[in-house]
């Protein structure tokens, strides 16, 4: 695997007006998620589940809140976001299929499973299809 940099240190994250994370979810998330844990960095996951479960995808302008509102740096963050494969940095489609890529299932036949996937829906890996 090759790591891909990316000059992060020059780019700029679009921003809409309102937050990604709203007033209810903070409300809920320091009610009930919070206190089930010994710091606040330690309700980091369920609060990105929220927001992936909210808008598909978790946009850096969330991760900043996030940040802010858990009391952490935002490549805590980030570094979260990016390990684990159910979180995404970019929009996902309404339908997400997932087909396992391991050694195990390549050895028994998976990318006879992606390439019908491919035709069938008109779409690579990784992509959403036009409508969604």
């Known amino acids: ?67 802010t509102f858990l009391d952490i740096t935002a490549a805590d963050v980030l570094d979260t976001v990016t390990f684990y494969e159910d979180f995404h940095t970019s929009p996902t489609g309404n339908h997400v299929i997932a087909v396992c890529q391991s050694i195990t299932c390549e050895a028994c036949g998976h990318q006879a499973i992606l390439d019908h996937l491919k035709s069938r829906l008109d779409s690579g890996l990784d992509e959403a299809r036009e409508d969604g």
Do not use: C, F, N
Not at 4 to 17: G, L, P, V, Y
Not at 29 to 53: C, D, F, N
């Open 1 to 67: 695997m090759a790591w891909i940099t990316r000059q992060s240190a020059t780019e700029s994250i679009q921003r809409r007006d309102a937050p990604y994370l709203t007033d209810e979810m903070k409300s809920m998330a320091e009610s009930s998620i919070i206190p089930r844990y010994e710091t606040r960095h330690g309700a980091l996951m369920p609060v990105l589940h929220i927001i992936q479960e909210t808008y598909r995808w978790i946009p850096p302008q969330a991760m900043e809140e996030i940040a």
